[in-house]
């Protein structure tokens, strides 16, 4: 059975918390939080005060997934605010080792998140200083983009290094996930689902996670 993370960036904006509240109802595992820049991306989304406020009002880990370059000036203040988990891009930050230190001083769980044009040798080199990894399905910056079929090749090589290495670490799926491309996820050993639009843009966001919980 997959983990499930629901991506509020496809919510209705307005209605975020109701509708997180939905889904931890649903069983959803995670709530995900993309925090984008205006510069790595062209979009710009989240603050630290709605991971503040979302604290307030679910109990699931909230994990705060940085789309924006120079994640290190940003971590003090997500920390603060009650983020659980950080993911920074590997492509936005010169000295991952470092950032990864940084966000387990700050007392987080650390994750790398690697987009669909980048390959993931690199992971042996990081693995042991990593608590997750997001491989990303659709290029950073908007919900609802075309699934990239590489995903699959690249889960199963991440799995290899693993067990190459012998440091093991949750793998999530972020980009055009629903219940089509989550089954094979999670057959290509997908640890968890992050879903925006199939959640969030669906008749019923229970209905769509509790499809998403049993794959
Ligand atoms: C893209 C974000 C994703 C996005 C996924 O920049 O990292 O988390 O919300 O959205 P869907 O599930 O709609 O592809
Ligand atoms: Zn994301």
Request: charged letters at 25%; aromatic letters at 6%; glycine letters at 10%.
């Amino acid at each position: 059975m997959a983990k499930v993370s629901v991506s509020i960036l496809a919510c209705d904006q307005t209605r975020i918390g109701e509708q997180v509240q939905e889904a931890e109802r649903a069983g959803a595992d995670v709530v995900h939080i993309d925090v984008m820049d205006g510069v790595y991306v062209e979009n710009v989304t989240f603050g630290p005060q709605l991971v503040t406020d979302l604290k307030k009002i679910t109990r699931l880990p909230l994990s705060v997934h940085m789309e924006l370059l120079r994640p290190e000036t940003f971590l003090p203040m997500f920390a603060r605010a009650g983020a659980d988990i950080i993911t920074f891009q590997l492509d936005a930050c010169p000295n991952p080792i470092h950032m990864l230190r940084e966000i387990h001083k700050a007392g987080l769980k650390a994750g790398v998140g690697i987009g669909p044009a980048y390959d993931v040798e690199s992971l042996k080199y990081l693995l042991h200083h990593m608590d997750g990894l997001i491989l990303m399905s659709v290029e950073p910056g908007y919900g609802g983009q075309t699934f990239e079929e590489s995903v699959y090749e690249k889960l199963r090589r991440a799995r290899e290094i693993m067990d190459e290495t012998g440091y093991h670490v949750p793998v999530s799926v972020d980009g055009g996930v629903n219940v089509q491309t989550g089954r094979r996820l999670v057959e290509a050993g997908a640890d968890v689902l992050i879903a925006g639009s199939s959640v969030f843009q669906s008749d019923s966001i229970t209905a769509a996670v509790k499809g998403l919980k049993k794959l």
